[in-house]
Each structure stands twice: as C-alpha cells, then as structure tokens.
C-alpha cells in the first residue's frame, strides 16, 4: 500500500510536457508573428524619430528667432561679433549657446550619419557643437522678416543641398523618403522627397519640382545653405 501511495503522489506531481511537434508548432507560430509585425515596429520606431527630430528642429528654430530679436531682426549670418567666419551650421548655432538653447542635445537626429550625439558640454566655447555633434542643416543670411514659408533649419544633406535613398549615408536619414524642414515662419513640416536615387531633394513649397534647398535661385545671394561640420 505504501509503494502505490508513493506512485500515486509522485504521478500528481509530474507536470505535462511539450511534444517536439507542439514547440516545432509555437516556434513556428512566433517566427510567422514577428514577420508580420516587424514592418510596423520598424515604421512606428522611424515616425517616434521622426517626431523627435522635428522637435529638435523646432526648439533650434525657437533659438534662431530668440537670438534674431536681440540683434535687430537677424539670424545668424556669416561672420561672428568677433570678426571669425560662419561657414558651417555648427558654426552658426554655437552662436545660440548657452544664451538661447542650454543643451547641445536638440541638435542631433536619431539616424544622421553626420555624427554622434552630442556629449553635452557647453561650459568651455571650444567645447560646443565640435563636429560630428550638430546633424541639421541651417539658411544663413535671412531676417525674422523674410518670407515665413523659406526654409530655416532642415534636417543634414548629403553635403549639396541634396538627399539620398542609401541608408546609413549622409543625406540617408530616412532612406530618402522624407525630409524635416522648420521655416522662417516658425512651422515645422516633414515633405516627401522628389527626385530619385542619389538625386532626392525636398521640394520648395508651392513649387513641387523645384529644390526648397537651391536657395540661390529664389533666395537671391542674401542667403546660403550651411551644412554641419
């Protein structure tokens, strides 16, 4: 009586196990799930970087005019007060730093291949915006008064005004899709790309075939594209 006890006990005991079928059968039925779903993680965690960047855009812009309101209506141009030559972007917004903007970290976007993010020091001049840690683009040379739909701060080119569908390339950010833009005015768009391959560029508002980076020929030579450092 005593061993059938023990058996009985001991059976009760044994929790049921899977067949090989049956994890063949769940391993199979998660695999399936992940390949549907991995298209649409991938588009949310681009649109969440997307938002993002637009975000940054926008508090460089909120910067720029700060910064315009101080010195009679003007965006940084194209020479410091101290006579040192703006030829990058990251030249342009060291001027907004630490008076306009505290923190290096709006300047990056998610998946620039300009640089990493920024490490955030700004106590030392020489510190501030090194290269590598600015990723947007800026028009140099306007007025808080110049036409509010002008491009201001755009997200990094390929170094020409121009885009790219390669990814992880300057210009690639978003695979050439897409492209954030905050304007004179203060707005923040993100536009469709136009063109194709190696040649995508954001289209200028109201005029669908033409480059809103080719600032030159409706800008006049008031204005130029900086690129980061």
């Not at 079928?21 to 779903?37: D, K, N, P, Q, Y």
């Not at 703006?86 to 917004?93: E, L, Q, Y």
């Not at 501030?128 to 491009?151: Q, V």
Request: proline content about 4%; glycine content about 12%; some cysteine.
């Amino acid at each position: 009586m005593k061993t059938e006890k023990h058996t009985t006990k001991h059976k009760r005991m044994r929790s049921p196990a899977f067949s090989l079928v049956e994890l063949m059968t769940v391993v199979s039925i998660m695999a399936i799930l992940t390949a549907v779903a991995s298209p649409g993680l991938k588009i949310a965690m681009i649109n969440a970087q997307q938002n993002a960047a637009m975000g940054n855009a926008r508090s460089i812009a909120m910067g720029l005019r700060t910064y315009a309101q101080d010195y009679e209506g003007a965006f940084p141009g194209f020479e410091t007060d101290e006579g040192e030559t703006i030829s990058t972007s990251n030249d342009a917004f060291r001027l907004l730093l630490p008076d306009y903007i505290d923190s290096e970290r709006v300047f990056a976007v998610k998946r620039s291949a300009w640089g990493k993010k920024a490490d955030g020091r700004i106590d030392e001049p020489e510190d501030r915006l090194r290269a590598g840690e600015n990723h947007f683009a800026y028009i140099a040379g306007l007025l808080d008064t110049s036409r509010t739909d002008w491009p201001l701060v755009v997200d990094g080119t390929d170094g020409s005004g121009k885009y790219t569908s390669t990814n992880g390339v300057k210009g690639g950010c978003w695979e050439g899709r897409k492209g954030i833009v905050v304007t004179v005015g203060g707005s923040g768009h993100v536009y469709r790309m136009s063109g194709d391959g190696d040649s995508r560029f954001i289209p200028r508002y109201g005029y669908p075939d033409e480059n809103a980076l080719d600032v030159g020929s409706y800008m006049g030579e008031i204005a130029q594209l900086l690129d980061p450092e």
